[in-house]
Nanobody, 125 residues
Framework: VQLQASGGGLVQTGGSLRLSCVVS????????GGWFRQAPGKEREGVAS????????SYADSVKGRFTISRDKSKNTDYLQMNSLKPEDTGVYYC???????????????????WGQGTQVTVSS
């Protein structure tokens, strides 16, 4: 199983980015998907998660109302739409595929067993 994250870049405060995560080697739509980020000197934190159905979602308090997670099962791809970006959103963003088939959304990294390589997001002030 491989996950390929893309879509990161440099954006000004208030800008938007859309991250994509293409999963190969499994039917990702049968598992929850998640996005995590790690800022320099900080631990990895859960940002957003989506249930296997694509209906249930979970978000970190810091991104609620600004970020939206979604998935296209036909493309085995998850997305993270990020709006109203802030400098504190800067970090490496990782996508992940859940451990439990038919699982619910979760921001617990222990519930994910496959991870992408990360994509850098930098928000300038």
């Amino acid at each position: 199983v491989q996950l390929q994250a893309s879509g990161g870049g440099l954006v000004q405060t208030g800008g938007s980015l859309r991250l994509s995560c293409v999963v190969s080697g499994r039917t990702s739509g049968l598992y929850p998907g998640g996005w995590f980020r790690q800022a320099p000197g900080k631990e990895r934190e859960g940002v957003a998660s989506i249930s296997w159905t694509g209906v249930g979602t979970s978000y970190a308090d810091s991104v609620k109302g600004r970020f939206t997670i979604s998935r296209d099962k036909s493309k085995n791809t998850d997305y993270l739409q990020m709006n109203s970006l802030k400098p504190e959103d800067t970090g490496v963003y990782y996508c992940a595929s859940g451990r439990v088939r038919w699982g619910t959304s979760t921001l617990n990294p222990d519930e994910y067993d496959y991870w992408g390589q990360g994509t850098q997001v930098t928000v300038s002030s």
